[in-house]
């Protein structure tokens, strides 16, 4: 079945009623003294008062804001204000948003959001992206945007067999753009994402003309060679990946081994949604968009699906050969740094490379020109 099908977001009364229900009944955990929620700006090490975890002052917070100030009802107009579409692709419902550009010669591209984001991560740029005669930029450099929900994450709903790893969603995401009849386009990708955008090349390399990331995961192998002649500043790279690994990476392992563990807590709490995907949102997004998302993850139920996606990657057969397509990285000032060496090893053909001295992990919420500027400067030449 190959139908593409119009979608709108329409949740009962009778889930918010619930859900607010649930919010007012709230048992807080219990937290030593100390912790404060004031910090927690950016990927790396542990900021102050979060080295337990999450502070109870942050969900707190947030908690009190969705119960009492927030609007649902309101989020879910303005999310039905962009064309959003469902179809089956591998046995999977596939929800995406697909806003077509005025400009005729405008390149598709496709935009996979990280966990714990949702297709919530691209809004911004969307009227960027398509239209930028009216946002102050050049139509020469307009895109037609695709901006699907990974599997398991959102309203592409929880997953329904093992298997839906990177490479099962790029294979996905290239017959979501043959099927929107798009035979030549672009990828980008931040978080997972970044995972998803390279292997979409390798799987449709005749109809990618370029791949663009905010992260390149590329690490050491192990063979002492590879540490020959490196530099200072690259030997702070790796201090500060494994600094993240040591101190900030429990959500990832716990997902990548036993995603179940908490995924029952997440279905019971929204309190517990909120807190678990604030660990890696901190204050750099807004309420608006922390509730958003915790509010999409509880309607959807998709807390252990979204979680699942870690370890069916985990557990998959990853492909020994490097990428070959022109890749482009902007790399931000408070994420992930990439070594070169390593990124080279695993992506033989690096054409862009820019590091921006501001913007975070989410740079599409807090550097979105930087990100945007980026975008355009690289697929300019593969148009």
């Known amino acids: 079945m190959t139908e593409i099908r119009p979608f709108q977001i329409d949740i009962p009364q009778a889930e918010l009623d619930d859900l607010q229900d649930r919010l007012g009944r709230t048992r807080w955990t219990q937290e030593l003294p100390t912790a404060t929620f004031a910090a927690a700006t950016q990927i790396g090490p542990v900021a102050p008062g979060w080295e337990y975890g999450v502070p109870v002052g942050y969900v707190k917070d947030g908690v009190e804001y969705w119960r009492d100030a927030y609007d649902w009802r309101e989020w879910e107009q303005r999310l039905n204000g962009y064309p959003q579409y469902t179809t089956t692709i591998d046995g999977q419902d596939i929800h995406f948003l697909h806003v077509r550009s005025p400009e005729p010669d405008a390149l598709p591209l496709v935009l996979t959001h990280g966990w714990p984001n949702s297709f919530v991560e691209y809004l911004e740029l969307v009227g960027p992206l398509t239209d930028p005669r009216s946002h102050g930029g050049d139509p020469a450099d307009a895109f037609h945007a695709v901006i699907p929900s990974i599997p398991g994450f959102a309203f592409s709903g929880p997953t329904r067999e093992p298997g839906w790893n990177r490479f099962r969603t790029a294979r996905a995401w290239a017959e979501l753009m043959r099927r929107l009849g798009y035979d030549r386009y672009g990828t980008h990708g931040n978080d997972a994402g970044a995972y998803v955008a390279p292997e979409v090349a390798r799987v449709a390399p ?25 530099t200072q500043d690259e030997f702070q790279r790796l201090e500060f990946l494994q600094k993240f690994d040591e101190e900030m990476s429990a959500y990832a392992k716990l997902q990548a081994t036993k995603p179940q563990n908490l995924a029952h807590a997440l279905a019971d709490s929204p309190a517990g949604q909120l807190g678990w995907i604030g660990q890696l949102f901190g204050t750099v997004v807004s309420r608006d968009v922390l509730v958003t998302n915790a509010a999409i993850y509880w309607f959807t139920n998709t807390g252990a699906s979204s979680a699942r996606f870690y370890y069916e990657d985990a557990h998959a057969e990853h492909p020994s050969e490097p990428t070959t397509a022109p890749t482009g990285l902007a790399s931000f000032a408070f994420d992930f740094k990439p070594v070169r060496r390593f990124a080279e090893r695993d992506h033989v053909n690096i054409v862009s490379w820019n590091d921006y001295d501001r913007g975070s992990h989410w740079a599409a919420h807090d550097a979105p020109d930087l990100l945007l500027g980026d975008i355009r400067q690289f697929f300019r030449g593969l148009r």
Not at 210 to 216: A, F, L
């Open 206 to 230: 005749d109809a990618v003309v370029g791949v663009h990331v905010n992260q390149i995961f590329s690490f050491p192998s192990g063979d002492p060679a590879e540490f020959e002649g490196m």
